[in-house]
């Protein structure tokens, strides 16, 4: 056998044993991403539609950015990585990076209230590789100086269901899906609130189990920061534990399609027109 075949053989068997995510993080050609671009606006997006009302858009899978995790909406309400290791949480996740959460400390903090009342729409691609009870918090909008207002999407506390919730500091109003997810798999959710009186949470799109509460009235007031991975009202705060890849805001409620194209393709909004 020559060398020059040897090689070409030993190449392929690389090539066919290495698991496809992992082969594709390798490769210079993963789009969208800072390196080989994305939509920067809707006119250069090939899903328009999804730029409306959309005021922060955080996307560790669009490549390591040290320890600013920046905000790829208009508005560039960049996040801070607090008690997060630059150097090891930045890993590979479901198409290009993610950053993982190590439950204890780790968060971003964004000092703007991206969206400070209802409507809103909430929007994550997350992995629990565990699914322990204190895998708690995804995101959460909410105000710095008081543990009781706030909008967040977050792990419920005994399962995996995803929760909505919404307080101001006299109504904790929680909708539930009535799904769960897998560990060890990316899965997407969308927490919607609509009005004072109505909002849902759905996860991987499954709108026959989505969490529903159109019943109680909940504003919260003093609404000025958001943090990923982290419930900053709690002690000792309620930590994700895990992967993200993707958290979006909107200033207006998603709609039953827009939660099934976000599962289908949570990198939509940012790929580029042909």
Not at 22 to 48: L, M
Not at 49 to 62: D, E, K, M, N, Y
Not at 90 to 96: A, T
Not at 102 to 126: A, D, E
């Amino acid at each position: 056998m020559t060398t020059r075949r040897f090689l070409l053989i030993f190449a392929l068997f690389i090539f066919i044993t290495t698991p496809a995510y992992t082969y594709a993080q390798r490769q210079d050609g993963i789009r969208p991403s800072f390196k080989q671009g994305y939509a920067r606006n809707s006119s250069e997006s090939k899903a328009p539609h999804l730029w409306r009302g959309l005021v922060g858009a955080w996307i560790p899978s669009l490549g390591v950015t040290g320890n600013i995790l920046y905000d790829v909406s208009v508005f560039k309400n960049h996040g801070v990585l607090t008690g997060m290791d630059v150097g090891n949480d930045w890993v590979v996740g479901q198409q290009g990076h993610a950053l993982n959460f190590n439950g204890s400390s780790g968060r971003v903090h964004i000092g703007v209230g991206v969206v400070t009342t209802t409507p809103l729409t909430l929007c994550i691609l997350f992995y629990d590789d565990d699914g322990s009870n204190n895998d708690r918090c995804l995101v959460q909008i909410g105000d710095s100086d008081t543990p009781s207002n706030y909008f967040r999407l977050a792990r419920a506390q005994s399962s995996n269901a995803l929760v909505g919730i919404v307080t101001d500091g006299v109504e904790n109003v929680v909708s539930t899906t009535t799904n769960t997810y897998d560990t060890n798999t990316w899965n997407s959710a969308c927490a919607v609130f609509f009005s004072a009186t109505n909002r849902e949470v759905t996860l991987n799109a499954d709108e026959a189990n989505k969490g529903v509460e159109n019943v109680t009235s909940s504003i919260p007031t003093g609404v000025k920061v958001v943090d990923i991975g982290y419930e900053g009202d709690s002690s000792p705060g309620d930590f994700w534990n895990g992967q993200i890849a993707v958290v979006l805001v909107y200033n207006r409620a998603f709609t039953p399609k827009e939660k099934k194209q976000f599962h289908i393709n949570p990198f939509l909004v940012f790929e580029r027109k042909e």
